[in-house]
């Protein structure tokens, strides 16, 4: 299995412009989850998916942002407009719930975004 | 709501002694715990999780862990660290049910010195 993919692993973008984030879970899991990471706070939750539905959004910072999971295989994260503070590292995680009915999170390698 | 608190943010080491990362999770239900690792520019991969069963979890790269309930502790340990065990280490918590997202601590950096 090729893992989580997410793309693109760099991009920078200007301040106000729209930028999207991609991910591939690996097949068959059927949670998906996006983080971001930033040296004040951490790794933080933004939203999970169970089965393409979206369960929590509430770690979503504000309504420039937006998450769809239009199918089990795909996943975007959408910053419109996008500002400084938003550059991070956001990492997509998909886990399969039946593995010991825990989540055991596989990560992606992460898309570093900055915005200038 | 569950939270995760790693008490250290850097550890730093010589090669060959070992180490200890201390985390601390606080919630109301039962919990599964992990420690995750990060490498340079790299996604995380998890070291070792606790669901159930013995409190002594045992994971990859010569890393252990130990439950400890009553004090709310998954702290993690290595007798002998090498170099290449130089990341970033993140305690995670999650409720005690399919499905719940995992809150991570804010992460420990351990840096091994020759």
């Known amino acids: 299995d090729a893992g989580v993919i997410q793309s693109p692993r760099h991009e920078v973008t200007e301040m106000g412009q729209e930028v999207t984030l991609r991910c591939k879970p690996i097949s068959g899991h059927d949670y998906l989850f996006w983080y971001r990471q930033t040296m004040m706070r951490g790794l933080e939750l933004l939203i999970y998916?169970?089965?393409?539905?979206?369960?929590?959004d509430s770690g979503m910072p504000e309504d420039r942002f937006s998450a769809k999971m239009p199918n089990a295989s795909f996943s975007t994260l959408k910053i419109q407009p996008s500002e400084p503070r938003d550059s991070a590292v956001y990492f997509c995680a998909s886990s399969l719930s039946r593995l010991a009915g825990a989540n055991v999170l596989t990560f992606g390698a992460g898309s570093r975004l900055t915005v200038l | 709501a569950q939270s995760v608190t790693q008490l250290d943010s850097q550890v730093p080491v010589f090669e060959e002694a070992p180490v200890e990362l201390r985390c601390n999770y606080s919630s109301s239900v039962s919990v599964y715990l992990f420690w995750y690792v990060q490498y340079p520019n790299q996604g995380l991969q998890l070291l070792l999780k606790y669901l159930s069963g013995s409190t002594l979890v045992k994971g990859i790269n010569g890393f252990e862990a130990e439950f400890n309930k009553s004090q709310t502790s998954f702290h993690l340990r290595k007798p002998s660290v090498h170099i290449s065990d130089t990341a970033e280490y993140f305690c995670?918590?999650?409720?005690?049910?399919?499905?719940?997202?995992?809150?991570f601590g804010k992460g420990t950096t351990l840096s091994v010195s020759s």
């Open positions: 998916f169970n089965n393409n539905v979206p369960i929590d």
């Open positions: 995670a918590v999650s409720e005690f049910q399919a499905g719940t997202a995992l809150i």
